[in-house]
């Protein structure tokens, strides 16, 4: 599986985006998704995950409340909606597929990454 993140930018504090991971085939379709962020020198951290059928969602703590995560299985493709976006919320954004159906948190969680899409919150 090849996974394409997109959407990045540089926004204003305050603002939104809108992510979109498109996977290469629909084997994704039965697959958890996740999205991670990570900054220079620091570890890849958990944003949010959902199951194959978008029954579960899970969220990091700092953007619960903010963030949204979705899938379209028809389009084998993830969105994470962003909202309220703040400073700290600046990082490399990745997605990511999971080895099973479920939601995760966790970095071991998944097999399959993509290569990453820059998000820059300016204050």
């Known amino acids: 599986v090849q996974l394409q993140a997109s959407g990045g930018g540089l926004v204003q504090a305050g603002g939104a985006l809108r992510l979109s991971c498109a996977a290469s085939?629909?084997?994704?379709?039965?697959?958890?998704m996740g999205w991670f962020r990570q900054t220079p020198g620091k570890e890849r951290e958990f944003v949010a995950a959902?199951?194959?059928?978008?029954?579960?969602?899970l969220y990091g703590d700092s953007v619960k409340g903010r963030f949204i995560i979705s899938r379209d299985n028809a389009k084998n493709t993830v969105y994470l909606q962003m909202n309220g976006l703040k400073p700290e919320d600046t990082a490399v954004y990745y997605c990511?597929?999971?080895?099973?159906?479920?939601?995760?948190?966790?970095?071991?969680?998944?097999?399959?990454w993509g290569q990453g899409t820059q998000v820059t919150v300016s204050s």
């Open positions: 990511a597929a999971g080895r099973g159906a479920w939601a995760t948190r966790a970095v071991t969680g998944y097999v399959y």
């Open positions: 085939r629909r084997t994704s379709n039965n697959n958890g």
């Open positions: 959902i199951s194959w059928n978008g029954g579960t969602t």
